[in-house]
Nanobody, 119 residues
Framework: VQLQASGGGLVQAGGSLRLSCAPSGSIVKISDMGWFRQAPGDGRELVARTFGGATADYADSVQGRFTISRDNAKNTVQLQMVSLKPEDTAVYYC??????????????WGQGTLVTVSS
């Protein structure tokens, strides 16, 4: 299974970006999908996570500014980010918990996409 993330880039503070993630490979089912981020010198932290698209968790720092959405038919997940701040600068990683044909659940990570917010 591979997760292909896209949509990162350079934006000024107050601007917007939309990240997308599309999985491929032998997938029977996906439970939760989400986005994590890692800034230089920091650990990886949860940004937003959705469980089948019905419910979602957000980090306090992005609540009200970021919105996660999921297309269950395509198994894709998006992260709409508005009112971006310099402290949002990080590499953003897509995550998915996947049931494979051997009936095993595994967590997978995308390759990361860089978001840079200039002040």
């Amino acid at each position: 299974v591979q997760l292909q993330a896209s949509g990162g880039g350079l934006v000024q503070a107050g601007g917007s970006l939309r990240l997308s993630c599309a999985p491929s490979g032998s997938i029977v089912k996906i439970s939760d999908m989400g986005w994590f981020r890692q800034a230089p010198g920091d650990g990886r932290e949860l940004v937003a996570r959705t469980f089948g698209g019905a419910t979602a968790d957000y980090a306090d720092s992005v609540q009200g500014r970021f919105t996660i959405s999921r297309d269950n038919a395509k198994n894709t997940v998006q992260l709409q980010m508005v009112s971006l701040k310099p402290e949002d600068t990080a590499v953003y990683y897509c995550y998915a918990r996947v049931l494979d044909p051997s009936v095993q659940w595994h967590g997978y990570w995308g390759q990361g996409t860089l978001v840079t917010v200039s002040s």
